[in-house]
């Protein structure tokens, strides 16, 4: 008893959720507000309501060169826009790249002394990443190409606003890909090490929601309802892995990623399936004596309301629920179908195979795995 570590579960940040939730800025009147973003989120009209609800706020000042998957020259160059204004409260508006940019900023700064009393204030505009709600930003090294998550409790907003009207505008391919995305956490945190009863609450929601409204919005982004529901289920996920952790899914994604352009939540709903599969026992238990992780897959399929005569059954329902989510979202189920290079993948596996060996999301997952078996993963996604 003695050995037992404590558990904690986080729940740092404020969640202003549902239709006009935006109005939440004006918590900020009176202070000094730099938003973060990106220069096309800053053309469109939810950053002009962004503007309209910092109306209050004493001065705003925009800086919008934050580029997809954020280097380090982005975090400087951000760094360099917060010194040189001198804000009391950052906003950051955008995906995972400007919201990313803005909590390496905020924690650099407050590094160098600088204060901020008015918080990180996080606006997603996909419904994706969870990183409004994790104490995770992923930068990558401009010379190794490779993703550096970097983490800190310094990197948790304070306030996440979860407004649909942010993600209205997405269109089918992103709403599609960061949906995979969120659907994929929500999987990998179910099963992952640290997986307790709260995350699993988290994550049962999360698929529910996704179940429900994630299809309606890749085809028809006007749908303010499921928007609402898919925004709220991708903030859902990210508490879960935020408490939970991940798996060799994002592993062998980060890794891909770092050398194939293929869009994260593209590779992960290629990848599921086979990493659903290889920690259930490849399929190779018996019908009434499946492993651990298997049931755990079982108990996730039954909670999505896939029924099933036996429990393998229940976990090959879920690999089908799967595999009839990422069609209906009209996303590849192969590398090559990706459009991805047969030989030059084929090349690279070892490095690849060796990089996700080494990705912190590895220790997370349910089962241990060697080099060779995530290499043997990767043939199979070809
Ligand atoms: N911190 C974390 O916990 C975490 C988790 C997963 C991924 N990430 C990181 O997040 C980044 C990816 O984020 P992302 O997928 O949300 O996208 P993103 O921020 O990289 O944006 C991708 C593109 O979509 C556009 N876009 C964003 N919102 C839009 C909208 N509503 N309408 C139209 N276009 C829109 C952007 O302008 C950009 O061109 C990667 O760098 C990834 O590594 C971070
Ligand atoms: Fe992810």
Not at 118 to 123: A, D, F, T
Not at 209 to 234: I, K, M, P, T
Request: hydrophobic share 45%.
């Amino acid at each position: 008893m003695g050995n037992l570590p404590v558990y904690r579960f986080q729940l740092t940040t404020t969640l202003c959720y549902g239709p006009d939730s935006l109005k939440a800025l004006g918590t900020l009147d009176g202070q000094r507000v730099l938003v973060v973003t990106d220069e096309f989120m800053n053309s469109t009209p939810v950053m002009g309501r962004v503007r309209t609800e910092l109306a209050g706020a004493a001065a705003v000042e925009v800086f919008d060169q934050v580029k997809p998957n954020p280097d380090l020259t982005a975090v400087t160059e951000g760094l360099r826009a917060f010194l040189a204004f001198g804000p009391e409260a950052i906003v950051a508006l955008g995906g995972g790249s400007p919201i990313d940019t803005a909590k390496a900023v905020r924690k650099l700064a407050l590094e160098m002394g600088h204060d901020l009393p008015g918080g990180l204030i996080v606006i997603p505009t996909t419904s994706g990443t969870g990183s409004e709600v994790t104490s995770f930003a992923v930068i990558t090294d401009p010379h190794t190409h490779t993703k550096l998550p970097l983490t800190s409790v310094a990197m948790l907003p304070e306030m996440a606003i979860l407004d649909p009207e942010a993600v209205g505008i997405a269109p089918p391919r992103l709403t599609a890909d960061a949906g995979m995305d969120a659907v994929s956490h929500a999987l990998e945190a179910y099963v992952a090490k640290g997986s307790n009863d709260f995350s699993d609450a988290l994550a049962e929601k999360a698929l529910r929601l996704a179940d429900a409204s994630l299809v309606r919005c890749f085809r028809d982004g006007g749908d303010s309802e499921a928007r609402e529901h898919q925004h709220n289920a991708a903030t859902m996920a990210g508490i879960a892995f935020q408490n939970a952790g991940l798996g060799i899914v994002h592993s062998l994604s980060h890794a891909i990623g770092g050398s194939f352009r293929v869009a994260h939540g593209r590779l992960n709903g290629i990848l599921l399936p086979v990493v659903i599969t290889f920690n259930a026992g490849d399929l190779g238990f018996r019908p009434h004596d499946i492993g651990a992780v298997a049931g755990r897959y079982a108990a996730l399929a039954k909670s999505l309301g896939l029924s099933a005569s036996t429990e393998r059954n229940l976990v090959l329902a879920l690999v089908g629920w799967v595999e009839k989510l990422r069609k209906e979202l009209d996303m590849p189920a192969t590398l090559t179908a990706g459009g991805v290079d047969r030989a030059a993948f084929a090349a690279a596996i070892p490095t690849l195979a060796a990089t996700a060996h080494g990705d912190f999301c590895t220790s997370g997952n349910p089962v241990a795995v060697t080099e060779g078996d995530l290499a043997t993963l990767l043939k199979r996604i070809v």
